[in-house]
């Protein structure tokens, strides 16, 4: 016969309510850290999507401003038929492009955030956790 294991002598001269204890504050730890992981996890997702709805909505005014300066500009190229609406038009175009760039950073930083891909990934081992391993067979 062989010798017992160490967990075979700790399991022996262990009691049930020792053992459920452990079991417990064990459950504890592991909640307390995968909470304490969910909400690092959504703080960073939440920074990251803050930011790209930020820019987005610079997008979204600076849009609103080529609207603005292509009213006017149309405007006075329609009332006046001469040159000088035409520094109306190249501010709009100004701001086409600032809208364009906005949009863009904004779009890629949208598609950076992840989510909480740790947290899904460590709640799928808990019950891998409970499976008997070769130690307790």
Known sequence: MTDPTPSEQKAATTSLGELVGEVTRD?????????ALAKAEV???AT???KGAGLLGGAGYAAGMVVLFLSIALW?????LIGHAWSAVVVAV??????GILFA???????????????????QEIPEAFARNEENR
Do not use: C, D, F, N
């Open 27 to 35: 459950m504890s730890t592991l909640m307390r850290q995968e909470l």
């Open 43 to 45: 703080k960073e997702s």
């Open 48 to 50: 990251k999507s803050a």
């Open 76 to 80: 006075e190229a329609l009332a006046l």
């Open 94 to 99: 100004i701001w086409a492009v600032v809208a």
């Open 105 to 123: 950073i904004g779009r890629s930083r949208l598609k950076t955030v992840e989510g909480m891909p740790q947290t899904a990934a460590t709640l």
